[in-house]
């Protein structure tokens, strides 16, 4: 399976081009169709990874899909630890990725 989209000429459930919005991810203006979420105007614009796990800096996106593993975190507006795999892409959201060591990794928090 990969995760791209048919052009709507090509697609077997003869939909139409929907309306498009517009997000802003780490600076980079990205466009979707509206109703999408935010994993999937990601998925959509080429990027399959936008966090990466604390421990190793493995490259994390979307793994389940409904909301359960939470790898898809990221952070919309000032709200932090948002699904990308939930959250509807709104037009103008500001979207920043999440990147952080643990706490032990850095030495504090260690006993």
Not at 43 to 57: A, F, H, I, P, Q
Request: charged content about 30%; glycine content about 10%; overall charge negative.
């Amino acid at each position: 399976m990969t995760a791209r989209r048919l052009p709507a000429q090509h697609d077997p459930a003869e939909r139409t081009d929907p309306e498009r919005v517009r997000i802003t991810v780490d600076g980079a203006e990205l466009t979707g169709p509206a109703g999408s979420t935010i994993a999937g105007i990601l998925l959509e614009n080429g990027r399959d990874s936008w966090r990466t796990t604390s421990r190793d800096s493995r490259p994390r996106g979307v793994f389940c899909g409904i909301g359960v593993c939470y790898d898809c975190i990221l952070t919309v507006g000032a709200e932090r630890d948002v699904r990308a795999c939930q959250r509807r892409a709104c037009d103008g959201d500001v979207v920043s990725l999440q990147e952080e060591t643990r706490p032990d990794a850095a030495g504090e928090g260690a006993s």
